[in-house]
């Protein structure tokens, strides 16, 4: 019997570990491998080969593990380029050497990149018996071809309901007050637009509807003048039309060629200060809580993100499978159901699925009931977390043991 | 039968309607009162005579006002000043105007003392039947004479997980990186030295450890050096030595001659790249959501705050109490436990209760066992949230109805 591999890559999420849980749970019910082995700091790791062995972890860890947010084996920013042969090669004799059958891969888009090149070069190479699998995860929910992203409803419930009690917290006072609530999204809005979930929303500002300055003063003073308040929602990749970011800080980048951003609220509340609309203005930058707040986690979530890991173990089973990727597929119906499929991870990968268009609101007002329909489902529940000293238990780090 | 009048001033808490909720209760069981009226906005709309009926608030609107976070009464920031004989003389007169024999303020030092003046001028001006009882709360845990506040241990709460997991997720990557969390607490540290109960703490820079900038950054680059990682919680009132604080936008006020802080990460943040000492900084600015963010309520914080609103409530059967604070007091003992006593509100306004010098390690390098000892059983426990549509259901603000 040969072994498996799990890594994870590209950003945390709160549930990025309940996919690794899963997949150990399957294994556990049906051993199609001998060993769970787990890569620590994904690629980076796997070339070192610095593993853990995960076979037989108990029940209790398992659960445990489900609730621990940011990826307990580690992440990394290195990506395996495609011309980079040397790496190739060395990650098949690895495999080899530890009878490394299958890889499952956790990651977004650059991740599902990975599994793509490496599937095309073991093809391209002759390489039998060695099979990459994608595993879909990120806050971002911009991977196509998949419902959604695991960890996305985890992400969404606590925009949202951090939204609405910021939200509490403003209007608590009788004077005048702007609220600029700052969520992540280079790229794509879904992570600003989960915010209309908490229905406090007046000015939503994401990468798919140009800002435009004059327009925001405008609709800002208007919201003043109706109620002394205005809350403003926006994604750290807002933009102009001409694509210039309106966060100052988009000079560096993480190494990918993405721009490092954050500030956009600042920059915001600077305008709104300046003009005089208001003549107080608060932030809440969500920073990196949004994607490790694990008080919050979507029970609808943490379950997807288990079951999927389940499901890719299972697919393993057939020799012909890989370069694909499991996604999330929902069925048509009242009740809200997913079902589990598998596309070429290929397909999912280097392309940004936009929030669509046509669920945007006019003049910055949010999103459409058809949105928040397709959001809702996604945060509900609440899972029944294991608590030690009063704060929610978590394994220790794979890479700190 | 007289009526009573319940309101709520000075900055939110997670817990403060916990407290009406237990007048309310409590009046339910003994009714002292024939009306239970809640003042909107402070003292501001007491003497514009906004009041809401709270008498026969359903069971069930009880539950969820517990666990709805921000004053649903609404606050203010308007102090009554002791020599403005005119607003003491109004307030008795709208007081005789709704045969309302008892005052409920909850509130931190500011309320304390308007609570203190009120009965000093009832009783000066020989007016009998009037009487005006403190309700602690505050999120700071600055006030005197009481073990701790109602508020304080979901913030600590929600301080400490949030480092926990923002810890979590500054780990998963291999590279050099400093994780700066900044809380609020303008004069005290006792929020900041509540992320120590996370276990991942570096550096603890508070207000009553004078903050020194060669120190900071020396212990910044031991960290470094020894594991590539710092995580770094500062108190928005960190101050040099000579009282200057660290933040840079410390030149407004809010009325009551204190600074609006804001901004010490940012600072340290600049000083960390400046420096060099790392290549990278993140700043993880909880902001508002630290006291309001009831997700983490802490089930022995929302409890004890509707226990006190119930105490206050009997206590008030006694014609001559009045300009007393009702108190906890920890209990001695193995377990942790809480009675409710009282105490002159004067005693407790206008004095900063700082965290203990004695519980503070040198070199920034936390809080001692102690402290911690005194911080964990006021996080213990979650309570069982009524959820709508997947958030935490919440009372439409009653200012706002």
Known sequence: MSNCLVAQSGGPTSVINATIAGIVKANQLNPLYEHVYGGLNGVEGILNERFVDLTDMSEEENRILQQTPSSALGSCRYKLKRDNVKDFEKLIRIMEKYDISTVFYTGGNDSMDTVTALSEYAEAQGITGRRFIGCPKTIDNDLMHTDHCPGYGSAAKYIAATTLQTWLDLNVYTRQEVLIVETMGRDAGWLAASACLSGVVDILIIPEAPFDK????????KFIRQKNKCVVVVSEGARYADGTYISSSETKNDGFGHATLGGAAHTLKEMVLESGVSSRCRVQDLS?????????????????SFRLGM????HSADP????RMVALKRREGEAYEVEYITIPAGEAANYVRNF???WILPDYQGV????????????????DLILEN????????????
Chains 1, 2 share one sequence.
């Open 214 to 221: 004059d327009e925001f003063l405008k609709l800002v003073r």
């Open 288 to 304: 990196y809580a949004q994607r490790c707040h694990a008080g919050d986690l979507s029970l609808t979530d943490m379950t997807e």
């Open 311 to 314: 499901s890719a173990h299972m």
């Open 320 to 323: 012909a499978f890989t370069g």
């Open 356 to 358: 669509p268009a046509e």
């Open 368 to 383: 459409t009931e058809e949105a928040l329909a397709y959001m809702r489902p996604l945060i509900q529940g609440k899972p």
């Open 390 to 401: 009063g704060l929610p238990a978590y394994v220790k780090p794979y890479y700190m043991r």
